[in-house]
């Protein structure tokens, strides 16, 4: 299967590619390597997942937000490589950070939703290296921002 049937048996519908909300590019490549910026939790209806985990979100909540974080960066990943994600050659490293408590421990749980999706669509080459950091505040109050580093054909 490729990325594009994966996406489909998964019923991932990709949403158009965030712009940037400062002084900064959606994605950069340099050589093979394609680098997307931290993208946000925002559901399928373009609204922010807010909220602090351990405080007003459950690991679970988390873990879905981390999903739609996955969900804009293959739909960055697309539109850096021209609507094309066979240049995808695989992903080399998520950075995932959680907006929460000091004694909230789970992120790495919430980073599996990114993890998971990544492996979902692009199988093999979807397997990565990652940080799962948490951190006491996000951009626009949102619960979970993740990057990636791909590498290209």
Same mark, same amino acid.
């Given at each position: 299967m490729n990325f594009e049937e994966n996406l489909a048996k998964e019923?991932?519908?990709?949403?158009?590619?965030p712009q940037p909300v400062g002084s900064y590019v959606a994605f950069k490549k340099s050589e093979k390597l394609l680098f997307i910026s931290g993208q946000i939790s925002i559901d399928e209806s373009g609204n922010l997942i807010k909220g602090k985990l351990g405080k007003d979100l459950k690991t679970e909540d988390g873990y879905n937000a &981390?999903?739609?974080c996955a969900v804009n960066i293959i739909a960055q990943a697309k539109k850096a490589c021209d609507g094309d994600l066979s240049k995808i050659k695989s992903c080399i490293k998520l950075t995932g950070f959680v907006n929460s408590t000091d004694n909230f421990i789970e992120q790495p749980k919430v980073i599996n939703g990114a993890s998971d999706t990544m492996v979902k669509v692009f199988g093999e080459a979807g397997m990565h290296t990652r940080a799962a950091v948490s951190v006491n505040?996000?951009?626009? &109050?949102v619960a979970?921002?993740?990057d990636a580093i791909f590498e290209l054909n």
């Open positions: 019923n991932i519908k990709l949403p158009d590619a &981390g999903v739609r505040s996000l951009p626009l &109050g979970v921002e993740v």
